[in-house]
């Protein structure tokens, strides 16, 4: 779904936008901002002082797809309030527009929150792109939120290894248990961090054996050359 100016009804209705301030909107709009209503208004509502217009804001942006999308989600990506900026870094991560991946790393890497830098994580691993292996290895080579680092390595794997290039499947062939070295940090890690972790090595190395012509798929899974 795009911005247009049909869309504003739906807009103007979840912000409970009255309709004679709607009809002043739209005249403004048209004469002054080149820009839809619809994502003129979202835009206002993402700078509002209410937590909860702004919340909706983002909720509303979820369900489009369009580069302004994105440009407002990384504007929300700083909101003072945690779940404004859980909901955009989850809705970045569904509509998996690349350009968002450098705001999405510093959000990986500094946000206060955990669960936030845990989501736009796996919101890197969500979009196909081959920036978004690197930035996951270094999360996992830094050792920084391992569990959702290395998940979302797999996943991205799983989903389009057949777009990174061959230095970012050797590079995910090259972690190994020294990823978990310190025994503090090897206690303290669940199962399914070292499960998932040779989850990712084993779709690296299929990939490169795959484009070696080693291995082949068929209906009934790998079939060896």
């Known amino acids: 779904m795009a911005f247009n100016d049909n869309y504003a009804t739906a807009v103007t ?10 009809r002043a909107l739209k005249y403004k709009v048209s004469a ?91 919101a890197i691993g ?31 794997l799983a989903a389009s290894s057949q777009l990174l290039p061959e230095d970012q499947l050797k590079a995910v062939l090259a972690l190994n248990q020294r990823v978990f070295a310190r025994r503090k940090l090897a206690e303290s890690s669940p199962d399914r961090i070292k499960n998932s972790l040779c989850y990712a090595r084993f779709l690296a190395d299929f990939e490169i054996e795959r484009r070696k012509g080693n291995v082949r798929t068929g209906r009934s899974g790998l079939i060896a050359q």
């Open 126 to 156: 969500s979009i196909a792109h081959p920036a978004s292996a690197g930035l996951l290895i270094d999360l996992v080579r830094g050792r920084r939120d391992l569990d959702p680092a290395i998940q979302a390595l797999a996943s991205l």
């Open 32 to 122: 002054c901002q080149h820009l839809p209503l619809a994502f003129w208004l979202v835009m206002r509502a993402l700078r509002s002082q209410r937590p909860g217009t702004r919340l909706k804001a983002v909720l509303i942006l979820r369900r489009i797809r369009s580069r302004r999308t994105t440009a407002a989600l990384i504007f929300a990506l700083d909101d003072n309030l945690r779940d404004v900026r859980l909901a955009a870094v989850q809705a970045l991560g569904e509509i998996g527009d690349h350009f968002a991946l450098p705001w999405l790393s510093r959000k990986a890497n500094h946000d206060p929150d955990r669960e936030v830098r845990s989501e736009a994580i796996l």
């Open 13 to 22: 209705q979840i912000l409970k936008i009255p309709e004679t301030i709607m």
